[in-house]
């Protein structure tokens, strides 16, 4: 198993279709989609002002 320095696994579920979506935009952008939700938990949090823009 690989040494997840500055990352931490999380057991979710999604929505289908939100998936479906989410796996397209990855395969489309070559983006992984952990890093595809990184950004997306990033603005939710940013939306209820929870952190800074910054990332903090």
Request: aromatic share 0%; net charge positive; no cysteine.
């Amino acid at each position: 198993m690989s040494d997840l320095k500055t990352r931490t696994r999380i057991g979710n579920t999604l929505d289908t279709k939100l998936l479906e979506k989410l796996k397209e935009l990855s395969a489309v952008t070559r983006i992984p989609m952990s890093r595809l939700l990184d950004e997306a938990v990033k603005d939710l949090i940013q939306k209820h002002n929870a952190i800074t823009p910054s990332g903090r």
